[in-house]
Every structure is written in C-alpha cells, then in structure tokens.
C-alpha cells in the first residue's frame, strides 16, 4: 500500500500528540497525597529574608521564610511537590511581561540570592510524587508562608526546605 506524504503527516502527527498526552504517574496535582497538616491558615513565627536563611541556615534548623512562587517561567518540578520560593524583596515584573512571576526584570544572580527551594516529603523523607501546583491555592506568583526544616546543604548558595507548613494568601 502506497501512502501519501500528507497521510503520513498526519499519522505522524497523531502519534506525536498522543505520546505528549500521557502523563508520568503522580505528575497530576492530588491534594490527597499531601499531609492534612500541611496547609494551614496562619504561621505564628515571623518569616526571615531568604537570604539571610541561606547565610545562618544549617541542616536540620527550622526556618520560615515568605516569598511568592517563582524565579522562572515554570517553578516547579513536574509530577514533584517542589517549587521554587523567591523572598518578597524582589517585586515581580508587571510591564508587559506574561509571565511576571519569574522576576525577568531582575538580574539572575539577585534572584539566585533570594531564592529557595521548597519541597515537602513523606515520613521516609522522599520528596512526595505527586505535582503540588493547583493544591490549596498553590500557583505561580502565589504569596506563601513556609515553615520547615532545612534539608541537606550542598553549598551556601543552595537552601531547600522541606515544608511542614504552608499558608497560602488569600485560601
């Protein structure tokens, strides 16, 4: 049988679309995978500026930090309950820019310096497989209250979190 180059355009096409449609186990946000005392309506600590977290932090502190989600145009790691938190010192850029929540207005080695990375874990410490963005007002340019605990310390200029709580503005 003799296809035409149209025909095999379109099959072509058709598997490609296909292919991109099936999603990695736990890549969709499921607000059951996350502990009930993750979210909470306040965090009675006063937050310190992520920067300074990343200079006094050691591993195992407990830290709160208040930031929006962001510092690129997708801060978070898909099918993983991570994101990346940038301090509320950096305003997101609002002239013109689709995507304000990755603070392109800003030089990359500010926001590299006043940014964090949060994760929340399960009770063996692995980060849970499941998407966070869309749980409980979770979202891109969001204003979030972390509290958590540092996790291991690769060098000064990296600080992640592993979330025990989150307040979310406005939820």
């Known amino acids: ?15 490609l679309l296909a292919g ?34 990343k200079a006094d932090a050691k591993e195992g502190d ?6 929006r989600i962001g510092g690129r145009k997708d ?5 993983r309950a991570v994101f990346m938190l940038v301090d509320t010192v950096l305003q997101p850029c609002v002239d013109g820019c689709a995507t304000p929540w990755d603070y392109c207005c800003d030089d ?22 499941s998407a966070i963005n869309g749980v409980r007002g979770i979202a891109p340019g969001a204003e979030v209250i972390v509290a958590g605990a540092v996790a291991r ?12 709580q ?3 503005k406005g939820n």
């Open 153 to 164: 310390r690769d060098d000064a200029a990296n600080l992640t979190v592993n979330a025990t």
């Open 20 to 53: 991109c449609s099936k999603s990695e186990p736990g890549a969709a946000a499921d607000a059951a995978a996350f502990p009930q005392t993750l979210f909470v309506s306040a965090i009675d600590q006063a937050p310190v500026p992520i920067a300074q977290a």
């Open 75 to 79: 801060p978070f790691t898909a099918g």
């Open 108 to 129: 990359q080695a500010e926001i590299a310096a006043n940014a964090a990375t949060i994760q929340v874990v399960d009770a063996s410490g692995a980060v849970i497989r």
């Open 166 to 168: 989150i307040w979310v």
């Open 1 to 15: 049988m003799k296809t035409t180059p149209l025909l095999a355009a379109s099959l072509l096409t058709v598997a």
């Open 62 to 67: 407990t830290v709160v930090l208040h930031g």
